[in-house]
């Protein structure tokens, strides 16, 4: 019932230039609307309603409408152009997971399609209404209600899995990047995330596509012909910039010296993964195996790189600095040049940052600096790396809301994001990606289009990661199995907001009548975290339960207290239970790896 | 960039209120097609057309689909608040940040409010309260918009930094002896006095009431008066507030810094000769009440102009008519006719005086005939016929034996109640003839004339002067001006003690040794709707308490933002809440006690939507319908609730911050409990 009213109720695009004479009928503007069903009177109203209310409130205000309310329904909204995008949800949805669906969704038609205009100019509205049609059930198909608060990846449940394997994941990744066309890439698991060094949003993205080919292959018997395949899909400029420029290692530098041959963790990392050593010893391009480096998930460095300035390249894409390692390549794009610029910039990173001040540097006036310092967490974690790229924005444009916050519009973060997003629909690059498929198990990799014809390149990658992949395919399989544990005398979700993941033991499925009031007050009190960034901790309780939460710059955490009586009278009382939960929840859940001290 | 604007649904302007910066950027977008010298007009056009378009597109909307617009947000955060009461739509704007969603709804259901308070059952009628809204006289249509502007200013200048209009609760003044004392005066000596006079032409002073500044000093209702209900209360507290502002700037109050002469001045001007000595000219500049600071000059041009058209001013000792509840043993009258008397005893310090008119009975009666056919409508609409659409309170017999003496009574004499005696006419022909239609779905539209006729009779007999030449009715002027000496010679060794006292009403000193770590508190009676929190003073020219200038800005801001949080999460259903937030915990608490003080188990607190009528007590009374609510299973109990909001120091250990939001609770009521109410 929970996942039910999660669903969106409605979603249309409508193109507002293919209407623009008194007798152009409105249905000529609808590019797609779901449900498909609709009666098309019900769309021409919706669509033309909304569309025109929407321009009005945006001549009146000079900004586009980002978010309208019904009674019955809410819709976020976006528009760019003559395009009208609207996704409806019932009232009870939050807002900003109502906006940041809408966000998705887009940006997942964008990443396979590149431009709406151009998609819409070069294929016919059938064949991208089939499209819409996927990517929007493949949004509403998020494992729990909990995730669709959050907007978080699905992850692997790391509990039920030897953190080895999440290591060695990371190293095929590793590994796949020592070819120099390959950008970055991510292991998933049915599904699920195992590794990443992409950012939450284009993990997620990513993902989109792998469940689709999982989908086929479950359906096909013929696995082995589909195991590599590969597909274009389109970058907006700061994705690629960020995926194209080098690392910025303060931490892998001082821990390892850079020696250009024979990293030191190698031996160590070949003893425990005995596979990984003749990847390792493939190895002939000595720049990228520097990457080879584990710092914690928030290293110094990346809490720094809170404080920086909005990375300008981001903001202002048509003219990067001379130094920027990637030219304008909207049209007419010569991969080549990107690749010199890489390489380039590779140089630049490792002579200008040579002594150990690199990053102190990097705060200079030089956006390309700017644009690396964000990979100084290491490569290891790109995930958390790019994470703070896409959470700066956020915070960032928070800092402007912050006063209306209080309001209770409840959109903070999610306009956050959009501001992220307007910027993204910027030119898009197309590039490559290729996804290996171990049965349950997939390799997806980011790659330069030329990849795909550069034959010694793809054996390359394809033979250095098999083995790997099998390995580990072997392995998950037998312990992935392991059903959620059962709620105990407890319930907490706990959210990265960096690597966009959820750790939680609410099983999400049915029965949730008793989490119900649970995942209520975390919406509730997210939607109050996102609003108000001085807010730190909340007990809130109801006649049924009492939720504490708590937040940090890194994540989210919320607890409630199982049975037990809650009889009290709401008035003041120290030695009321609700106000035990902080301390019993740093103590349960230490064993769940969530340190709250 | 502020604006609420009231349309008709066929997009015509009944009411707009903006601030200068949003008529700019309205000026800016229309272009300087507009010519100079009829600011109001061309104003109002253009405000029409750039709304239209979101006006016609709600009414498409509810039409076709059965829902409405609630809000619009734009990505510049622009927020737009709609809200529908009958064929009148309420849209409220903001532009600057200022305000969120909840602010704006709360804001259109003051305005509703207020229009009910100023033409009672009127506003029952969509055609009636449209022409009331919107008199065809451009003139006459200028000086109502600008009361009703100024009143929505008054308001909004209130719950932005009183913080009895924050909570929406009565804030009483904390001395009880000299409370006891002018109870006692308003009792045995005025209404007393003024009940048996002979000039009082037949009304009836119901309650009486003292007001320094917005807190209450002392109130009286005489015996056979229903309770005043805290909305009625609150609403009149603005509205005196409106005609006599304080300058709540100004820290040191005197005579000469508190002005009597306000935006009203010359809608209502001053009434009384002691205030002679004030003239606007003392104001200081820039610290007023922002009310007409920022007026258009065109407007105030035309204005102006309207002053020296509409010869004398009306007479000062003119009461004004306000509709008010009454709760009586027959039941609950919404909007029934009281005068108010507004007398300004010194700057600051009011005697307002609410009496009976004689024709009350009138109102009551058109009430109880409206609401008969208004039932009766729901169940035809419904689908119900015959004899089941006629049952209620009043059998259809009873109704029309009862109707029919009261038309009689009415007398033929003048055109409206020959029009209701038409009317009803029809209607018993349809409805009991035997050519007629009987108890069926087409007896609505003469269902909805009847309603339409009463609330003409009802305004005929409530809202219409009297016209030139005849008396009006009203407490005549000597015994008015005797009643304000009378007060005056009690209170005057109290005027300026008063004053400061209303600055100071309790203050934080007080509470430092006991609860060490605590900031501030705003602790609130929601069963009598009245409040205590030591004063939140701030000022340019004296600290207060919490210091000076920022730091005493920044602690205001947050108490505001936290009530609002309080209540998003109440709406959602819970009922204690602890935050931390910065360098402070909040806590909030709402209970429920017996009337012997016994604590009752906190129960479930309904679920509301995040557009429901905003939680107060001023124009939708949540509380009310929560105390009903929560009392469904406490039958035979009297039930109280409570509310208590507490801001500490982060740094003191969170166990004795809750011990002090528990010694709050038992002990803040004890030292004051006056029959004040």
Redesign the interface.
């Known amino acids: 019932m929970a996942e039910q009213s999660r669903r969106c109720s409605y979603f249309f695009l409508y193109d507002a230039s293919k209407v623009t004479g008194e007798s152009d009928p409105t249905r000529d503007g609808i590019c797609y609307f779901y449900p498909e069903e609709t009666p098309i009177d019900?769309q021409e109203?919706?669509c033309g309603?909304l569309a025109?209310?929407?321009r009005?409130?945006?001549?009146?205000?000079?900004?586009?409408?980002?978010?309208?309310?019904?009674?019955?329904?809410k819709y976020a909204i976006r528009m760019k152009d003559d395009f009208f995008w609207a996704l409806g949800c019932s009232?009870e949805v939050p807002t900003i997971s109502v906006c940041e669906l809408l966000d998705q969704l887009i940006n997942i038609f964008c990443f396979y399609n590149g431009s709406v205009r151009q998609s819409y100019q070069m294929n016919t509205r059938e064949t991208l209404a089939a499209r819409w049609a996927r990517y929007l059930s493949n949004l509403q198909s998020a494992s729990s209600e909990l995730h669709h608060i959050f907007s978080s990846l699905k992850t692997i449940d790391s509990t039920n899995v030897d953190p080895l394997l999440l290591l060695k994941a990371a190293l095929i990744l590793q590994a796949c990047q020592r070819c120099p066309l390959v950008l970055a890439g991510c292991v998933l698991f049915r599904g699920r995330v195992l590794s990443t060094q992409m950012s939450p949003q284009l993990t997620m993205k990513v993902m989109v596509h792998e469940s689709e080919t999982y989908t086929k292959v479950r359906h096909d018997s013929c696995s082995k012909c589909l195991a590599v395949s590969s597909t274009t899909v389109f970058l907006t400029l700061s994705e690629l910039q960020y995926l194209q420029s080098p690392p910025v290692d303060k931490l892998s530098r001082s821990h390892s010296t850079p020696q250009k041959d024979a990293p030191p963790k190698k031996t160590r990392l070949s003893r425990t993964l005995s596979d990984m050593a003749s990847t390792e010893s493939d190895s002939s391009d000595p720049g990228p195996s520097q990457r080879i480096s584990f710092s914690p998930w928030l290293s110094d460095s990346d809490n720094s790189s809170f404080s920086l300035a909005p990375p300008q390249i981001i903001a202002d894409p048509q003219s990067p600095p001379p130094q920027s390692p990637v030219p304008p390549l909207s049209n007419g794009k010569n991969s080549r040049e990107a690749e010199e610029a890489l390489k380039d910039s590779f140089y630049q990173s490792f002579h200008s940052n040579g002594d150990g001040d690199g990053f102190i540097h990097n705060n200079g006036d030089s956006s390309v600096f700017e644009g690396n310092s964000h990979f100084s967490g290491g490569e290891g974690d790109g995930g958390t790396a790019c994470g703070n790229v896409f959470d700066l924005q956020g915070a960032e444009s928070h800092d402007d809301?912050a006063?209306?916050g209080?309001?209770?519009?409840g959109?903070g973060r999610a306009?956050g994001r959009?501001?992220a997003q307007q910027r993204d629909l910027s030119p898009l690059v197309p590039m490559t990606l290729y996804l290996h498929r171990v049965k349950g198990l997939v390799l997806a990799l980011l790659v330069e289009p030329h990849f795909l014809s550069d034959t010694a390149s793809m054996e390359e990658v394809y033979h250095s990661s098999l083995a790997s992949l099998n390995g580990l395919e072997a392995h998950l399989r037998t312990i992935s199995s392991g059903a959620p544990g059962t709620p105990g005398p407890y319930i907490f979700a706990h959210f990265d907001c960096i690597q966009s993941t959820l750790t939680t033991n609410l099983s999400g499925g049915p029965g949730g009548a008793l989490e119900h009031p649970f995942v209520?007050?975390t919406s509730?009190l997210h939607l109050?975290f996102c609003n108000?960034e001085?807010?730190?901790?909340?007990?809130?309780?109801?006649?049924?339960a009492?939720v504490y939460g708590t937040r940090s710059v890194a994540q989210e955490t919320y607890f409630q207290q199982q049975g037990g009586s809650l009889?009290?009278?709401?008035?003041?009382?120290?030695q009321?239970s609700?106000?035990l939960l902080?301390s019993k929840a740093r103590h349960r859940l230490l064993k769940h790896g969530v340190n709250l001290l | 960039m502020k604006c609420l604007l009231i349309a008709s649904e066929s997009a015509e302007v009944l009411f707009y209120w903006t601030d200068p910066e949003f008529q700019q950027?309205i000026q800016n977008?229309y272009g300087a097609s507009q010519e100079e010298g009829h600011g109001l007009p061309a104003f109002e056009d253009s405000i029409s057309t750039?709304?239209a378009?979101?006006i016609i597109?709600c009414s498409?909307?509810v039409d076709?689909?059965g829902?409405?617009?609630?809000?619009?947000?734009?990505?510049?955060?622009?927020?737009?608040v709609l809200h529908q009461f009958d064929e009148c739509l309420y849209i409220a704007?903001n532009?600057d940040?200022?305000?969120?969603?909840?602010?704006l709804r709360r804001k259109i259901y003051v305005m509703k409010k207020m229009i009910e308070v100023l033409f009672g059952m009127v506003t029952l009628s969509s055609n009636l309260i449209r022409r009331e809204l919107r008199p065809q006289d451009t003139e006459q249509r200028a000086r109502l918009w600008k009361h009703l502007q100024s009143l929505l200013e008054t308001y909004s200048h209130l719950r932005e930094n009183d913080q009895s209009f924050l909570v929406e609760a009565v804030e009483r003044l904390i001395h009880p002896m000299l409370c006891e004392q002018c109870i006692e005066f308003l009792e045995k000596r005025l209404v007393q006095q003024l009940n048996s006079s002979t000039e009082r032409a037949g009304e009836e002073v119901l309650h009486a009431f003292i007001l320094v500044h917005t807190k209450l000093l002392a109130f009286f209702s005489s015996r056979n008066a229903s309770t005043l209900a805290t909305s009625d209360l609150l609403a009149l507290i603005i509205m005196t507030q409106n005609m006599y502002p304080s300058n709540t700037d100004v820290d040191d109050p005197g005579p000469e810094s508190m002005s009597g002469s306000g935006p009203e001045s010359f809608y209502t001007p001053e009434p009384s000769p002691t205030d002679r000595d004030s003239g606007s000219s003392d104001k200081p500049e820039g610290v007023t009440t922002p009310v007409f600071e920022f007026m258009d000059p065109d407007i105030q041009m035309a204005e102006d102009s309207l002053q020296t058209l509409e010869g004398p001013p009306p007479d000062p000792s003119m009461p004004r008519r306000v509709f008010l509840e009454i709760s009586s043993k027959e039941g609950l009258y919404p909007m029934m006719p009281h005068s108010m008397y507004c007398l300004p005893l010194w700057p600051g310090i009011k005697l307002v005086l609410l009496t009976k008119i004689p024709t009350n009975n009138v109102a009551s009666s058109v009430y109880k005939y409206l609401e008969a056919f208004a039932k009766l409508e729901k169940r035809l609409s419904e689908g119900q016929e015959g004899y089941a659409a006629t049952r209620g309170q009043l059998t259809i017999h009873d109704l029309r034996s009862k109707l029919d003496k009261f038309i009689k009574a009415l007398g033929p004499s003048d055109l409206q109640s020959a029009q209701l005696q038409n009317a009803w006419t029809e209607f018993k022909n349809r409805a009991f003839g035997r050519g007629g239609p009987g108890f069926t779905k087409d007896l609505i539209p003469w269902c909805k004339n009847m309603k339409t006729q009463l609330c003409s009779i009802y305004r005929q007999c409530f809202l219409v002067d009297s016209g030139p030449g005849s008396v009006p009715q009203r407490l005549s002027p000597g015994l008015q001006e005797r009643a304000l000496t009378m007060v005056q010679e009690k209170l005057v060794d109290w005027k300026d003690f008063l004053l400061v006292k209303s600055k100071r009403n309790i203050t934080m000193v007080s509470y430092l040794e006991d609860f060490p770590g605590l900031i501030h508190f705003i602790c609130v009676d929601r069963s009598t709707g009245q409040m205590i929190a030591p004063s939140l003073n701030i000022t340019e020219h004296a600290s207060s308490e919490l210091g000076k200038g920022p730091v005493a800005h920044f602690i205001k801001s947050k108490v505001w933002?936290f009530v609002?949080?309080s209540r998003?999460?109440l709406r959602?259903?819970?009922?204690?809440?602890?935050?931390?937030?910065?360098d402070f915990y909040f806590?909030y608490?709402?209970?429920?006690e017996n009337e012997t003080g016994y604590?009752?188990?906190?129960?479930?607190?309904p679920i509301l939507?995040?557009?429901s009528a905003p939680i107060g007590m001023l124009a939708w009374d949540y509380y009310r319908k929560l105390l009903r609510y929560y009392s469904k299973n406490h039958q035979g109990e009297v039930v109280k609730c409570y509310e208590?909001l507490t801001v500490h120091l982060g740094v003191i250990p969170?166990?004795i911050i809750?011990?002090h939001?528990?010694q709050?609770?038992s002990k803040l009521w004890e030292p004051s409990r006056n029959p004040l109410l």
């Open positions: 019900k109203l919706l309603q025109g209310v929407g009005c409130v945006s001549e009146l205000s000079s900004s586009p409408v980002r978010f309208l309310r019904l009674h019955r329904n009232a809301e006063m209306v209080d309001g209770g519009v959109c306009q959009h501001k209520r007050a509730l109050h108000t001085t807010l730190q901790e909340a007990i809130i309780r109801s006649a049924g009492a009889r009290n009278s709401g008035i003041p009382n120290h009321d609700a106000f902080p | 950027n977008q750039l709304f378009p979101i597109s498409t909307m076709r689909l829902d409405s617009y609630t809000s619009f947000t734009t990505e510049n955060n622009h927020v737009y704007v532009g940040g200022e305000e969120g969603e909840d602010d933002s609002s949080r998003d999460f959602k259903g819970y009922s204690t809440i602890t935050l931390r937030d910065g806590c608490f709402l209970w429920f604590k009752l188990e906190a129960g479930d607190i939507p995040d557009d208590l969170t166990e809750l011990q939001c528990r709050l609770a």
